[in-house]
């Protein structure tokens, strides 16, 4: 009868030693993507909540953007490079669908 109710205290030490800690009360971020979602919300990078997108976009002709200069989507290779204004320098194409156009450095 001894042995029956060591055990039984030992059980129920053991369950309430194995519950879950204190309640958080503060409103700290669980997780690393909780974090970088909120600190995206604090700068204003989201996406709007009402279903249209809120972000960034291409300007000009984004139907046929084969080359971008900063925001802006070009057709040619050509008409690119005169966008970026590279004066004597080189223009330089990096990449694909779009293609950035940069000067040369």
Known sequence: MLLGKVSLVIVAT????CGSGPARTTDEPTT???KQRREAAASGELDAKDGKWGGWRYTGDRNECFFVVGRRCFKTAG?????ARCGGKKCVTTGGGPATV???K
Not at 14 to 17: D, H, P, R, T
């Open 79 to 83: 008409a690119a490079c005169a966008h």
């Open 14 to 17: 053991l369950a309430l030693g």
């Open 102 to 104: 940069a000067c040369a």
């Open 32 to 34: 690393a993507k909780e």
